[in-house]
């Protein structure tokens, strides 16, 4: 961390938390404008869970940018990605079909996976005693992401807006966090230590493969509820607008219980213990995804669907703290490696939902239901990660 005294800890907490909440765009935002979409463009379901994935799968480009990161820093690289990030959005308003919608949605989500990986490493490097704390505050950013994104598409569908002003709207809100990055004092690299431990040497760690898996697993449980909310809500293109504000709403409460459940992670973990916190929410995660697959009707997918939100809320941030108590040498490549395992579990899992929604009779229940396996693997995390034995970080 830099020895430089102008640096202001919450100061660079309030960013991360301003770039985080940008992140909620994308989920919140496109699956809430998904039903007018489809029926504008005649989208199946595939089609639309590639679209909402597309953002997602632009994170494999970030294992690059965290190199530049650990070694020149992270404010031009959190400008760029500002302003990748709003350029994105104003393409995607201006795409006039579906392969430039998705190449548009691709370039938004650049931005996103440059800054992403990045934040977690620049908060921890000035809150190096408080990580599990201070990780679990900023990804409730995301949640309150989602809660803002919710909330103002709500009114601006009910005022009129087109879905293609709702995006360029959100292409506006990127650019605050961006100056903010130009102008505030940062730290300089994020590892602890006068060297970084090299990423070819955590890549023999079996526990940090380990962590990779359950980062994985965490971003797809994550985020297939996220992006399938509303258009389970609204059951279908042919009945667009009807529901509009029922599943606002549910994506309103996701985003609260996702947000409540980061928060109250972060006072919890300490007094109940990791590994059994963790192991319940995992247990919660199966229980919600099975009710949202079995239980007919919208309140019980969007109950179902909020329970596995408030569950799932603790892996992401609290895996993510672990490896820096474990590895706390690691550097931004570490966090890159572990935010990109949640990332292509997370740009996966939409797809795979929506692909098996095709091919089934049952639809979209069936995808969720064959979803509520994977917390099985944070289950595993549970037990094998948090283990005493496992904090030499072999």
């Keep these: 961390m830099s020895d430089d005294r102008s640096i202001s800890r919450p100061r660079v907490l309030v960013l991360g938390c301003l770039a985080i909440v940008t992140m909620g765009f994308g989920p919140a935002g496109l699956a809430l404008c998904m039903p007018a979409i489809a029926a ?30 650990d070694r020149c820093g992270f404010r031009g690289l959190l400008v760029l990605a500002a302003a990748v990030q709003a350029g994105g959005w104003v393409w995607i308003s201006c795409a006039g079909g579906y392969g430039a919608l998705c190449a548009a949605a691709f370039a938004a989500g650049c931005g996103g996976a440059l800054a992403d990986p990045l934040l977690t490493p620049m908060v921890c490097a000035v809150y190096p005693e408080r990580r599990a704390v201070v990780s679990n505050i900023l990804h409730a950013g995301y949640a309150v992401g989602l809660v803002f994104t919710a909330g103002l598409v709500m009114l601006l569908q009910s005022a009129g807006v087109h879905w293609r002003g709702i995006v360029t709207t959100f ?11 130009l102008l505030a004092p940062l730290p300089r690299r994020a ?6 431990l090299p990423l070819r040497r955590l890549l023999r760690r079996p526990a940090f493969w380990g962590l990779v898996a359950a980062m994985f697993a965490a ?7 996220t992006n399938w909310l509303p258009t389970m809500i609204e059951a279908g293109p042919q009945r667009v607008g009807r529901h509009v504000t ?11 219980l996702l947000g409540g459940g980061r928060l109250l992670a972060a006072g919890v973990e300490r007094r109940v213990g990791l590994r059994r916190w963790m192991a319940a929410m ?5 229980a919600g995804l099975a009710v949202a697959a079995l239980v007919s009707g919208r309140a019980a997918t969007a109950a179902g669907l909020c329970v596995t939100g408030f569950g799932v809320a603790c892996f992401w941030p609290s895996l993510l703290a672990l490896a820096g108590d474990r590895f706390p040498s690691g550097g931004a490549s570490m966090f890159t490696v572990l935010s990109v395992a949640g990332s292509l579990g997370a740009a996966a899992a939409p797809v795979a939902v929506g692909w098996v929604a ?6 979209l229940a069936t995808g969720l239901g064959l979803l509520a396996l994977v917390p099985l693997a944070l289950l595993a995390a549970a037990a094998r990660l948090t283990r005493r034995a496992d904090c030499t970080g072999r």
């Design 40 to 69: 504008d463009l005649r989208l199946d379901y595939t089609q639309q869970g590639l679209l909402l994935s597309a953002g997602l799968w632009a994170f494999v480009i970030a294992l690059a940018a965290a190199g530049v990161a």
């Design 171 to 181: 292409g506006l809100l990127c650019v605050p966090y961006g100056l903010l990055a």
């Design 191 to 196: 590892h602890h230590g006068a060297e970084r």
């Design 219 to 225: 971003g797809a449980v994550e985020m297939a509820p």
């Design 246 to 256: 029922a599943a606002g709403a549910a994506m309103l409460l996701f985003g609260t």
């Design 282 to 286: 995992a247990l919660l995660c199966m």
């Design 358 to 363: 095709d091919r089934s009779a049952g639809g």
